[in-house]
Structure formats: structure tokens, C-alpha cells
């Protein structure tokens, strides 16, 4: 848990980045800081780790000040990772993961060890890429490695500075989705400092918006879409997009139509090697008239596969809780998402199964509506 109390920083100058800072971030939670360039967010986040110490005020980790901290093991103890990535060329990708556990004198066969874990936590094949250089890889490849970098000494709490913004739209957004997916199997204390709003409501359990070096709001992603606390907070979320009344993206605008499905009729056979070709772990299933009648996942599969007279029907569940119309506000939508174990939300239009909703669809949904001119152009 991490702690600031009455926080404030003036500088030698005069200038005051932040002013009076009271926020509390539980264990385990990611907080997104935003807000206009200038604001304070990265003052806040590299006070953390005593990159800048506070004038006035108290930052307290798991109840104990950090000022009473040696600064240097405070920032072996927390993850660091930054938008420039900072991986060092001259090492070996191996090599620049363990620098932490090195300096805390891990031994070789713990470190070896923690290396393939993080590799295979983001997809990269350890027999592939440890032996590699920073040089032969891409940059959203390099990204992971500055991710799984600030995880490597398995510290408990991690600071990103806009760790994504430098990368392509598509790279980012992978980026995005593999966090929140980590973060589900780490959990994680993560301060996430960005400028970007829709990256806040796609990865935060709450977000912090920030202005002149003072707090605004802090609420969860659905609270502060549905309740922005002043103009300035409407403004910078784009609210009118949002309200109910002002025309917004509705689930039809917001879901994909490419949903892997199957009848269910068929075997489990069938049913592993669509989803082993479709790269997913579930299937919707629906009848010849396109109607839902439930989910299939690879659990489900695995569990009942060497009984060759089970087909899908057999074995799907049919109580599928988290189901919208194509009508469906964001801000619903939104908030859907914000329960456990929603990854993906079927879009129903009486009865029949039209598409999916998807993070990643949603926020590409939302820059779509935008560039439409929240629907004028459509």
C-alpha cells in the first residue's frame, strides 16, 4: 500500500509542481496518473521511488516512510519502467533482465530460472530471445523486455512512465492488452503514468486525473465516465461523447463481427482444432438460425476429450451472465468489464449472436466514433 500524505513540491525556483497531495493506492491495484502535460502526474510517480524527494508531506509504503529508506535499495525493491526502455545494447537480453537480481546477489540458478518465467509471461520464447540483443529485436519486443525487466526481481510495487506511448497504435495496443492479462496473474501495485485516457480506461482499476499539481478526481474508470466531477474533467475525457443524452457509441459501434463459433452439433475434436486455428480459448455456439445457446472453453474441452460420444452441446454452458444488446451505452459496456473474469461480451440482438466486444475492440470502437465525429459523419 502506498501512501501520500499532504505531499508538496516547490522548487528552488518557486515553482510548485504539486500542491498538497492526498492519495492512498492499495495492494495489488494498478492507478493510472493523468492529466495535461505539466501537471504533476510523473512528479508523483518518481516521488515513489525518491527520484524527487518531497518538500513538505509524507510518502508511506506498507505504513513506513520512505524517507527513512536507503534511496538506492527503495529502487532495487520497486520495478522502473520507462517510455526510452533503456535496454543496454552491448547485453545480452538475458543479461539485461537480471541486472536487479545480480545486484541483490540472487544466485545463477534462481536468475536463469526467472528469466524463462518472464520470457514466457509475454510470449517470448526463452530459447529464441535470451541470447539475443536489444538490436534484433522490434521495438514492441523490446517494450516486453522493458516490462518483464522492472518485474524480474519480483518487486511489489512498479512504476511505468508512459512505458507504451513511443510504440505504433498496434504494438501499443497489444502492449495494453498483455498488461492487463499480467496483471490478472501478478496483481501487482502498479502506478502507470500516461496521457492518454482511453490507455487509463482500458488498464486502471482507478484512475487519478491530475491539473496544476493538484488531485481533481479519483474514482474508477466507470465512475468518472458516468460522473466526471467538474468541466475540466468533462472536458478532458471527452465527456459529451459519453452522456446519454449527447449521442454515444452504442455496443453495435463497439463490437467486432469476427466471433469464432460452432454448432453444437459438433465434436470435441472439432471444437480444439477451431480454437487452436482461431488462436482463442472459447467458442460461442450458436444454432443454424444464429441463435446463442451458450460457450465452450478449452477447459471444458480438455476435461471431457477422450469421451468420443460427447459432442458441444454436451458439455457448453448455457448461463452465459455478462450479455448485452447492440444498444448498450459504453459507459455499461465500460462497467461490464470492470467485473472479474470479463475478457469478452456477446453482442445479442433478439436472440441471435451479431459479434463480440472485446477491450481491444472497444477502444478501437471509440477512436472509430471520434474520428466520425462522435456519429455527425455516420
Known amino acids: 500500500m502506498i501512501e501520500f500524505k499532504n505531499v508538496s ?15 492512498r493506492i492499495e495492494e495489488g491495484e494498478l492507478v493510472a496518473l493523468i492529466g ?23 510518502i508511506l509504503v506498507n505504513g513506513e516512510n520512505i524517507k527513512k529508506k536507503n534511496p ?63 538490436s534484433e529485436l522490434s521495438g514492441g519486443q523490446q517494450q516486453r523486455i522493458g516490462v518483464i525487466r522492472g518485474l524480474a526481481a519480483d518487486p511489489p510495487i512498479i512504476l511505468m512512465d508512459e512505458p507504451f506511448s513511443a510504440l505504433d497504435p498496434i504494438s501499443r495496443e ?55 466531477k467538474n468541466d475540466f474533467v ?30 453444437g452439433n459438433r465434436g470435441l475434436a472439432e471444437a480444439f482444432n477451431y480454437m487452436k486455428k482461431s488462436h482463442v480459448d472459447q467458442l460461442f455456439v450458436r444454432n443454424k438460425e444464429g441463435q446463442l445457446e451458450g460457450l465452450i472453453t478449452l477447459e471444458q474441452v480438455d476435461k471431457h476429450f477422450e469421451d468420443d460420444t460427447k459432442m458441444v452441446l454436451d458439455v457448453m454452458t448455457t448461463d452465459i451472465k455478462e450479455i448485452v444488446s447492440p444498444d448498450v451505452t459504453l459507459a455499461e459496456v465500460a462497467a461490464k468489464f470492470n467485473g472479474e473474469d470479463v475478457y469478452t461480451l456477446p453482442v445479442v440482438d433478439r436472440g441471435e449472436l451479431i459479434g463480440v466486444i472485446t477491450r481491444t475492440s472497444m477502444i478501437r470502437g471509440i477512436a472509430e466514433w471520434e474520428h ?3 456519429g455527425g459523419d455516420a
Open 36 to 58: 495535461p502535460s505539466g501537471c504533476g502526474k510523473t512528479t508523483t510517480m518518481r516521488m515513489i521511488n525518491r527520484l524527487i524527494d518531497p518538500s513538505e508531506g509524507e
Open 234 to 263: 468533462r472536458d478532458f475525457i471527452g465527456a459529451e461523447r459519453l452522456n446519454k443524452n449527447a449521442g454515444q457509441p452504442v455496443a453495435r459501434n463497439l463490437m467486432t463481427k469476427d466471433v469464432a463459433m460452432v454448432r
Open 9 to 23: 513540491k516547490t522548487y528552488d525556483d518557486g515553482f510548485k509542481a504539486l500542491k498538497n497531495i492526498n492519495l
Open 72 to 134: 538506492v535499495q527503495l529502487r532495487r525493491d520497486s520495478g522502473y519502467v520507462i517510455q526510452q526502455i533503456g535496454l543496454l545494447p552491448h547485453m545480452t537480453i538475458e543479461d539485461n533482465i537480471t541486472i536487479v537480481p545480480k545486484l541483490k546477489k540472487w544466485d545463477k540458478e534462481r536468475y536463469s530460472k526467472r528469466v524463462d518465467e518472464l520470457l514466457n509471461l509475454v510470449g517470448l520464447d526463452p530459447k529464441t530471445f535470451r541470447k539475443r540483443y536489444p
Open 174 to 228: 497489444q502492449l495494453q492488452d498483455e498488461l492487463v492479462k499480467l496483471q490478472d496473474e501478478i496483481n501487482k501495485t502498479i502506478v502507470f503514468v500516461t496521457h492518454d485516457m482511453d490507455e487509463a480506461i482500458k488498464i486502471a482499476n482507478r484512475i487519478v486525473i491530475m491539473r496544476d499539481g493538484e488531485i481533481v478526481q479519483v474514482d474508477t474508470p466507470d465512475r468518472i465516465l458516468r460522473h466526471p
Open 372 to 374: 466520425q465525429g462522435a
